[in-house]
């Protein structure tokens, strides 16, 4: 009884406090309490929702049989939109802090919302070696069932919550796209809802102008409603190896030598200052040494990030097996090293080993109660950016990073860019070697202002025909933004399809020059 009574008392002091002090006060300034009090619990309580929902629905193979009906409701609310003299742009009716992107798009009061209720696995064919998902299917729902019969994606993006739709719509990467591309480059086939309420599939070779110009578009050409994409065998563990570095120049320098080794299935690396990184190397294997097993992904082991500074710290070679599943979602507990901003002692082995199975929050939900101060503080003092840049100016990229954000750690994801038409391929007809620059946390530079910094951060990546990923604040005006991505195609496309009364154009969808 004790227990409870302690526990009803802290439960009122807190009620107290935040009564005296304001809720908006403890959102800001003590953001754990509120996190660990509430969003953690409540965070934990989804993902078992979900995952039994998707199991439930797998098992009894009623998603198929309920698709079809699912997409001719979405087609009736755009046939009804059309019916009633079309009088806003369309949108999906997913609300804005449902997504990973820490935007939130205002676009959503004004345009008319279409539910689109899409969030299963359809179907797995090991003979044709693909799966068949709607577009809110997630990472996390992908790995759960497909390592559990032998296969995997052959790009599957870190964190649980990113979707299907969003990687397509958007981009995703992950450390095997030195191998295979971006998240777009192993789908073979999507399937749409058009302006006019018509369903068309297309792929290379059936429709492939739609095909091509779908990724990196946000959703202004059409809804996803279905996508195929490539799987292939999975082992049980990843053997990484794990080196230090140091010296910008050497650091580059291994960083493209590993890349270019196609033996290697994945290759990451994690810059923790200008001029230290670990560099990682992994291969899939069956085999396992047991004294080197670490199962990275238990709820007790150190955020992995942490994990791998203290190789860095001691300046020795590492040699691990991490069980696959692990291995591919290595940066979600600690969302990369963003939970270390938002719960300061979440690496604690206390806290760990106490609420660390709580652990991560939803980005959902941090995005739903953070508020407009909070958000506006974010928005000046903290950075989210991926830089898309090709490997030979990978120096460069990063001394410019250093110089107008310092923001470490730094990811590093290499990745092949095919010579195919789009919004996004290389300045030339070849395929090339690019890596993915990201930035994640609260610039060290003395009077950042985020406009200007990253303006200047945006001039750079044009100049050297680089890319921004779209889920992160974009400060370009629209003549910069289609001098970073090849609009021709989409835009023929857009026209073709009379998108231009039913979906906004992708800069006026996510750029802030035309967002208010």
Known sequence: MEPAVSLAVCALLFLLWIRVKGLEFVIIHQRWVFVCLFLLPLSFIFDIYYYLRAWVVFRLNSAPRQHQQRVRDIQKQVREWKEEGSKTFMCTGRPGWLTVSLRVGKYKKTHKNIMINLMDILEVDTKRQIVLVEPLVTMGQVTALLNSVGWTLPVLP????????????????????HRFGLFQHICTAYELILSDGSFVR???????????????????????????????????????????????????????????RKENHFVEGLLYSLEEAVIMTGVMTDDVE???????GNYYKPWFFKHVEEYLKKDQKGLEYIPLRHYYHRHTRSIFWELQDIIPFGNNPIFRYLFGWLVP????LLKLTQ???LRKLYEQHHVVQDMLVPMKVMERAIQTFHNDLHVYPIWLCPFILPSQPGMVHPKGDETELYVDIGAYGEPQVKHFEARSCMRQMEKFVRS????????????MNREEF????DGSLYHKLRKELNCQDAFPEVFDKICKAARH
């Open 371 to 373: 508020g407009e101060t």
């Open 482 to 485: 289609w001098e970073m991505f």
């Open 290 to 296: 047991p004294s080197k097993l670490n199962r990275i």
């Open 464 to 475: 050297v025909h680089g890319f921004q990923m779209l889920y992160a604040d974009c400060y």
């Open 202 to 260: 297309c792929s290379p070779t059936e429709n492939s102008d739609l095909f091509y110009a779908v990724p990196w578009s946000c959703g202004t050409l059409g809804f996803l409603v279905a996508a195929e994409i490539r799987i292939i065998p999975a082992k049980k563990y990843v053997k990484l190896r794990l080196e230090p570095v140091r010296g910008l120049k050497e650091i580059c320098a291994k960083f493209a030598e590993e890349s270019q």
């Open 361 to 364: 929050p939803k980005i959902s």
């Open 158 to 177: 870190e964190l649980d919550d990113l979707t299907v739709g969003g990687l397509i719509m958007g981009t995703g990467i992950e450390s095997s796209s």
